[in-house]
């Protein structure tokens, strides 16, 4: 009996060591360079540095930004997962054809949209062809939006479909037998029983886009200072490793605020992420 | 016979290229307990959900109350159902699963808060309002179902094989409690199941289906004493269906036997098909003329002995309280009266459909 117990706990073995090596010690040096100076003294300043006008500037603009695509990808994604429901066994098409971007690199994705955007883009080329006013968001916050959108949508759509998939037809079917039409329906019965896929969906595509800091390097042309950029350029540009980690911080906090928030919708917990 | 609540007329319904319904006719009376009754795939559930208005017939008429409904919306029908799996809303706790209907029709709070408490007892669930539906029991939420439904007051409830998940004691149970819902409520009940027990125990009127064909429509008693074909008779309980002659009014041959039977208008010497339930099978001594065989398997069953005796080419099915011992050899008697004869299908197709499970 006890070496079988043993055995089990064995198997969770290398899981623990990755957790300790990779995850656990890294936020404790984070947390450590975030509280100390650079020559090791403790100081409470890189936190404050948040309150920088600059920073609280950037959070602000991260925050509307990512709010934003989360809003719209879960317009975009929640139509589809009906869809995606209603075709039932028929739809691995086209839930393989939302999911294939995702197979390609990140990076690349969003620099091919750099060049579809430009000025002197393909779709500015195929516009002014055409006689028609071209486009011009590159280098805005619109195209950041986009970029975010265009990465992060099939995070949403598969915990949504996921859910939708689950409601029983006959469920569906009961609301109608008792006297429901379509909207009635969907705002009493549909709606609430997805909320747990609409949590993951957002969870999954909020924090990404609030903690960015690739797509708006490249689709903002680092003219826009997201909150992600600016923790990337301590790092980077600035070589503060003790600023960069203390705004990490007070980053990880507002994501974890939010997740909290967003939980208290979730009664069941089955959508929780964290 | 007054006019039919529910009339069915020339339902014809194909899924992909399976026939699923063919021509269906069917009428269902007010307060009437009919079960559809047949094996899986044999248009049972579709019937109901035709009538339920989730599925559209491709050809043929509905009427209710004499009024053509086949395009009506569920939403819209005046008849509520019982899902398989109860269906219940499971982020609404139970007395707002029962309200759903209600609230719908925007119904003033007192009446449906009465509603409720009406309903809760009628199912014997009183106090069981402020829970959630995963933290009750199989045939509690199958109980909340009912609820939910009959508090709208449907003239017909549509049951589709409610008791399914259920286990056997709970199944049983719940007949009951089906049975003086019905009486207490006045309204018509339509069941599915392919369950034959459920549906003798239960029915006013049972009809039998398969392959989306009717094969025999009739009240418990008719369906199990007077099978009209192999079909019904194999479906509807244990029986020996054997193959026979008609040598003229009143004598049957089987397994090289005359037997004395009721039946007459077979005509001389045609093949028929011989139905005995395995209750009605006597076993006695050897006889020098009679049928003489050796029973073969014995199980005991509770209630009585399960044997199986090898007589004149075919393996009787015999239920008997009093017990004959394997390799004994018995005489097979049976009372006139108990011998079903069925003519043969006419036609393979009809064959087709008969010996198709």
Same mark, same amino acid.
């Given at each position: 009996?006890?070496?079988? @117990?043993?055995?089990?706990?064995?198997?969770?073995?290398?899981?623990?060591?990755w957790?300790?090596?990779?995850?656990i010690i890294?936020?404790i040096?984070?947390?450590?360079?975030?509280?100390?100076?650079?020559?090791?003294?403790f100081?409470?300043?890189?936190?404050?540095?948040m309150?920088?006008?600059?920073?609280?500037?950037?959070?602000i603009?991260?925050?509307?930004l990512?709010?934003?695509?989360? #809003?719209i990808?879960?317009?975009?994604?929640y &139509?589809l997962?009906?869809?995606? @429901?209603?075709?039932?066994?028929?739809?691995?098409?086209?839930?393989?054809?939302?999911?294939?971007?995702m197979?390609?690199?990140?990076?690349l994705r969003?620099?091919?949209w750099?060049?579809l955007?430009?000025?002197?883009?393909?779709?500015?080329? %195929?516009?002014?062809?055409?006689?028609?006013?071209?486009? =011009?968001i590159?280098?805005? !916050?619109?195209?950041?939006?986009?970029?975010? #959108?265009?990465?992060?949508?099939p995070?949403? *759509?598969?915990?949504?479909?996921?859910?939708?998939?689950?409601?029983d037809?006959?469920v569906?079917?009961?609301a109608?037998?008792?006297?429901?039409?379509?909207?009635?329906?969907?705002? @009493?019965? *549909?709606? &609430?029983?997805? #909320? !747990?896929? %609409?949590?993951?969906?957002?969870?999954?595509?909020?924090v !990404?886009?609030?903690?960015?800091?690739? %797509?708006? =390097?490249?689709?903002?042309?680092?003219? *826009?200072?997201? *909150?992600?950029?600016?923790?990337?350029?301590?790092?980077?540009?600035?070589?503060?490793?003790?600023?960069?980690?203390?705004?990490?911080?007070?980053?990880?906090?507002? #994501?974890?605020?939010?997740?909290?928030? %967003?939980?208290i919708?979730?009664?069941?917990?089955?959508?929780?992420?964290? | 016979?007054?006019?039919?609540?529910?009339?069915?007329?020339?339902?014809t319904?194909?899924?992909?290229?399976?026939?699923?319904?063919?021509?269906?006719?069917?009428?269902?009376?007010?307060?009437?307990?009919?079960?559809?009754?047949g094996?899986?795939?044999?248009?049972?559930?579709?019937t109901?959900?035709?009538i /339920?208005?989730?599925?559209?017939?491709?050809?043929?008429q509905?009427?209710?109350?004499?009024?053509?409904?086949?395009?009506?919306?569920?939403?819209?029908?005046?008849?509520?159902?019982?899902?398989?799996?109860?269906?219940?809303?499971?982020?609404?706790?139970?007395?707002?699963?029962?309200?759903?209907?209600?609230?719908?029709?925007?119904?003033?709070?007192?009446?449906?808060?009465?509603?409720?408490?009406? +309903?809760?007892?009628l199912?014997?669930?009183? /106090?069981?309002?402020?829970?959630?539906?995963?933290?009750?029991?199989?045939?509690?939420?199958?109980?909340i179902?009912?609820?939910? +439904?009959?508090?709208?007051?449907?003239k017909?409830?549509?049951?589709?094989?409610?008791?399914? +998940?259920?286990?056997?004691?709970?199944?049983?149970?719940?007949q009951?409690?089906?049975?003086?819902?019905?009486?207490?409520? /006045?309204?018509?009940?339509?069941?599915?199941?392919?369950?034959?027990?459920?549906?003798?125990?239960?029915?006013?009127?049972?009809?039998?289906?398969?392959?989306?064909?009717?094969?025999?429509?009739?009240?418990?008693?008719?369906?199990?004493?007077?099978p009209?074909?192999?079909?019904?008779a194999?479906?509807?309980?244990?029986?020996?269906?054997i193959?026979g002659?008609?040598?003229?009014?009143?004598?049957v041959?089987?397994?090289?036997?005359?037997?004395?039977?009721?039946?007459?208008?077979?005509?001389?010497?045609?093949?028929?098909?011989?139905?005995?339930?395995?209750?009605?099978?006597?076993?006695?001594?050897?006889?020098?003329?009679?049928?003489?065989?050796?029973?073969s398997?014995?199980?005991?069953?509770?209630?009585?002995?399960?044997?199986?005796?090898?007589?004149?080419?075919?393996?009787?099915?015999?239920?008997?309280?009093?017990?004959?011992?394997?390799?004994?050899?018995?005489?097979?008697?049976?009372?006139?009266?108990?011998?079903?004869i069925?003519?043969?299908? +006419?036609?393979?197709?009809?064959?087709?459909?008969?010996?198709?499970?």
């Amino acid at each position: 009996m006890m070496s079988k @117990r043993l055995g089990k706990q064995l198997l969770a073995g290398p899981f623990l060591l990755w957790m300790v090596a990779f995850t656990i010690i890294p936020l404790i040096l984070m947390g450590i360079k975030g509280f100390t100076t650079a020559d090791g003294a403790f100081t409470l300043e890189n936190i404050l540095a948040m309150g920088s006008e600059m920073n609280i500037q950037a959070l602000i603009l991260s925050l509307q930004l990512s709010l934003m695509s989360t #809003v719209i990808c879960l317009l975009l994604a929640y &139509p589809l997962a009906m869809i995606l @429901r209603k075709m039932g066994d028929s739809n691995s098409v086209i839930v393989f054809l939302f999911v294939l971007p995702m197979w390609m690199n990140f990076l690349l994705r969003t620099i091919a949209w750099q060049s579809l955007l430009e000025k002197e883009g393909v779709i500015n080329g %195929i516009l002014t062809a055409l006689h028609l006013p071209t486009i =011009d968001i590159i280098n805005t !916050p619109a195209a950041i939006v986009l970029g975010m #959108v265009y990465n992060f949508l099939p995070f949403m *759509i598969l915990p949504l479909y996921n859910c939708l998939a689950k409601i029983d037809d006959n469920v569906v079917n009961a609301a109608h037998d008792l006297g429901a039409n379509w909207l009635q329906t969907f705002v @009493r019965v *549909i709606l &609430p029983l997805s #909320v !747990p896929g %609409i949590i993951s969906g957002v969870t999954m595509v909020f924090v !990404p886009a609030l903690t960015t800091f690739v %797509i708006s =390097d490249i689709l903002g042309g680092s003219k *826009i200072l997201l *909150i992600g950029n600016i923790i990337e350029q301590q790092f980077t540009v600035s070589y503060d490793w003790n600023t960069g980690a203390g705004l990490s911080i007070v980053l990880m906090i507002f #994501v974890l605020l939010s997740m909290a928030l %967003i939980n208290i919708f979730d009664k069941d917990g089955e959508g929780t992420v964290l | 016979m007054s006019a039919p609540l529910i009339d069915l007329v020339g339902i014809t319904k194909q899924f992909d290229d399976t026939l699923v319904l063919d021509d269906l006719n069917l009428s269902i009376q007010e307060n009437e307990f009919m079960t559809l009754l047949g094996p899986s795939g044999c248009g049972k559930t579709t019937t109901l959900r035709i009538i /339920g208005g989730f599925t559209q017939a491709d050809k043929g008429q509905l009427f209710f109350e004499g009024k053509e409904i086949s395009g009506v919306p569920p939403h819209k029908r005046q008849l509520n159902t019982v899902f398989q799996k109860y269906a219940l809303f499971s982020h609404l706790n139970i007395e707002e699963n029962i309200a759903f209907g209600l609230k719908i029709k925007k119904k003033s709070r007192q009446y449906i808060k009465d509603k409720i408490d009406y +309903a809760l007892k009628l199912v014997n669930l009183d /106090g069981y309002g402020k829970r959630m539906p995963d933290q009750l029991s199989g045939g509690q939420q199958q109980r909340i179902a009912i609820a939910r +439904a009959i508090v709208n007051e449907p003239k017909v409830l549509l049951l589709d094989e409610p008791l399914g +998940a259920l286990d056997l004691k709970l199944r049983q149970d719940m007949q009951y409690e089906l049975i003086r819902l019905k009486n207490e409520l /006045g309204i018509t009940f339509i069941y599915v199941t392919h369950d034959q027990e459920e549906a003798l125990t239960m029915s006013d009127k049972i009809v039998v289906m398969n392959q989306g064909y009717i094969q025999q429509m009739g009240t418990p008693e008719q369906i199990y004493n007077e099978p009209e074909n192999a079909f019904v008779a194999d479906f509807i309980g244990d029986s020996n269906i054997i193959d026979g002659t008609m040598i003229q009014d009143l004598v049957v041959e089987i397994c090289g036997v005359r037997l004395p039977c009721i039946d007459t208008g077979f005509g001389r010497n045609k093949p028929v098909d011989v139905v005995i339930r395995p209750e009605d099978v006597e076993l006695t001594l050897p006889t020098p003329d009679g049928l003489n065989g050796v029973v073969s398997h014995l199980i005991f069953k509770g209630v009585h002995y399960e044997m199986e005796v090898e007589a004149g080419g075919f393996t009787w099915l015999v239920h008997s309280t009093s017990l004959s011992p394997v390799g004994s050899k018995v005489g097979i008697s049976v009372r006139p009266e108990n011998i079903q004869i069925m003519n043969k299908p +006419a036609s393979e197709d009809e064959e087709a459909i008969a010996n198709d499970e």
